[in-house]
């Protein structure tokens, strides 16, 4: 063959091989078909161990009773707010007893009134939540002046 | 063309067994054995919506944003809550503002003030990734960056994905967002982290009205799956053939 068709061939062959190589070593091993399904498992399979590596922050009501046994018993016995997370409100748990600082408590007038704004719609689960006006009732004072959430039957004077 | 007696005989045994041989190396199993080999484990994840019961406070969309390090003051979110109210006139009003993150806590809707007398129904639905079976997301995707877990959930490599947004074009619930500070796709995984040690997701967890709970179908003692299964469930978009597994009670027509 003549040098003029060689010569580009030759270094698209090159490109081929350097390509290949790279790709030796810039593939990881566990890169392929892991399932059934080349169109829905072709992954790398340690992705899915750094998913479940990652950080757990909301640790649950349980884990608050450890400690806190009084608040919870007391919150489970308030009936309204039986069901509402401790983090809810306290934020989340991860880091705390260590880190005292990490839990930020939400006492806002905003966090209560996400539920108990009223919102006057028929057949929903809102309407059942006792709701204030937010413009007709104690404006912008927190409710937890006058309010308990941990037993919120019961008024502070 | 000659062929002796002794010559047939050696080639005819010859050939049977070197066409037998190759047969031994399948092994026949018992469709049990079968079923086993093909799936790993016996989880598949499926989650329940109830939009009888949902609020809409948006505590779960802050427990999401909190617990998944997606920055809370971007407006990207993995989950939403939607405020639907329809006015007897039929027309429907819906919003959502910073994916219900503060909850809905104005009666007024993208600044319209709708008259109390005038809803014929108003409702509010929490949505989530779907976690399909024939994900269109991850077809699209040209690297292998998200794939799907044997037990049914999509995720995302954030090593390998290169951030080029055909998955976020391709998800037909709009699940998919632009992470801003990873640069890549992401999107609700159910709390990988947390279903997989037996911890609920952190939406369920804080959900106070019991209007979003997690499932594994593969178990038939589980007392969602036996929701799913029983009572009269819908799922979104259906007709896409995705076969997404966030089942809702109470779905409206109205929502989209």
């Not at chain 1, 899915?48 to 649950?60: I, S």
């Not at chain 2, 390090?69 to 006015?87: A, H, I, L, N, Q």
């Not at chain 2, 909850?103 to 809803?119: A, H, Q, T």
Request: hydrophobic share 35%; net charge neutral; with cysteine.
């Amino acid at each position: 063959m003549k040098w003029h068709v060689l010569r580009p061939l030759w270094l698209a062959i090159g490109v081929l091989a350097a390509i290949l190589v790279a790709r030796q070593f810039l593939v990881p091993d566990d890169f392929g078909v892991h399932g059934p399904s080349f169109t829905y498992n072709y992954h790398r399979l340690s992705n899915v161990q750094e998913w479940k590596d990652f950080p757990v922050k909301y640790l649950g009501r349980e884990y608050c009773a450890d400690c806190h046994r009084r608040n919870v018993r007391r919150l489970n016995r308030s009936s309204a707010h039986s069901k509402v997370e401790c983090e809810n409100c306290h934020g989340p748990g991860a880091g705390h007893p260590e880190e005292i600082t990490a839990l930020p408590i939400n006492t806002s007038r905003e966090q209560c009134l996400r539920c108990h704004a009223l919102l006057d719609y028929p057949e929903n689960g809102r309407s059942v939540v006792p709701g204030i006006v937010d413009r007709m009732h104690m404006r912008r004072r927190d409710c937890v002046e006058c309010h308990n959430p941990h037993d919120p039957r019961e008024e502070r004077k | 063309m000659t062929c002796s007696r002794r010559q047939f005989l050696k080639e005819a045994v010859g050939g049977t067994l070197a066409s037998t041989l190759p047969l031994s190396a399948f092994v026949f199993l018992s469709p049990a054995e079968a079923k086993a080999a093909v799936d790993e484990a016996k989880v598949r994840w499926a989650f329940l919506v109830d939009t009888n019961k949902c609020t809409g406070c948006g505590l779960c969309v802050t427990a999401c944003k909190t617990e998944n390090e997606v920055p809370f003051d971007s407006p990207v979110t993995r989950t939403w809550v939607e405020r639907y109210v329809v006015t007897k006139d039929g027309e429907t009003h819906i919003d959502s503002p910073l994916g219900g993150r503060d909850g809905f806590i104005d009666d007024k809707i993208r600044g319209e003030e709708i008259d109390p007398e005038n809803i014929a129904k108003a409702f509010f639905v929490p949505k989530l990734c779907n976690q399909c079976d024939n994900p269109a997301c991850v077809q699209v995707c040209p690297v292998g960056a998200t794939y799907q877990t044997h037990d049914g959930v999509v995720l995302i490599d954030r090593e390998w994905c290169i951030g080029c947004g055909y998955c976020i074009m391709a998800c037909p619930y709009g699940v998919r967002f632009f992470h801003p500070e990873h640069k890549v796709a992401d999107k609700c995984n159910f709390c990988y982290h947390r279903i997989t040690k037996g911890m609920p997701p952190a939406c369920v967890e804080c959900c106070s009205f019991d209007a979003r709970r997690i499932a594994n179908l593969e178990d038939p003692d589980d007392p969602v799956t036996k929701i799913i299964l029983t009572e009269r469930v819908a799922v979104l978009k259906d007709e896409y053939g995705t076969k997404p597994h966030v089942f809702y009670l109470g779905l409206d027509a109205n929502v989209r």
